[in-house]
């Protein structure tokens, strides 16, 4: 087989066999995910609590997720609650 300049992807993707059915799986769940929180966010300002309340996730599978939208810059950290205790999550405008 003779290698294209450029096509690295392309090469192994079809050395590998293609995409793993779990991670085409993990990628929709992700991307499910990742619109209920936006959603969530685009009313109001919430902590994770909020979040995992309105969404009724557990706590722990809101903050793996809303951290990585924190990540890639469509989520940012806002003000800290009354309490002093949570910061809020607010879209990136």
């Known amino acids: 087989m003779e290698i294209e300049k450029g096509k690295t992807a392309k090469y192994l993707r079809e050395k590998a066999g293609g995409v793993p059915e779990q991670a085409k799986e993990n990628l929709k769940e992700f991307t499910r995910i990742k619109k209920l929180l936006l959603e969530a966010l685009a009313d ?50």
């Open 44 to 93: 109001e300002d919430l902590t994770i609590k909020q979040l995992a309340d309105k969404l009724n996730m557990p706590s722990d599978e809101v903050v793996y997720h809303l951290m990585s939208l924190v990540k890639y810059g469509l989520v940012v950290t806002g003000e800290i609650d009354d309490m002093d205790e949570y910061f809020t999550y607010k879209l990136k405008k």
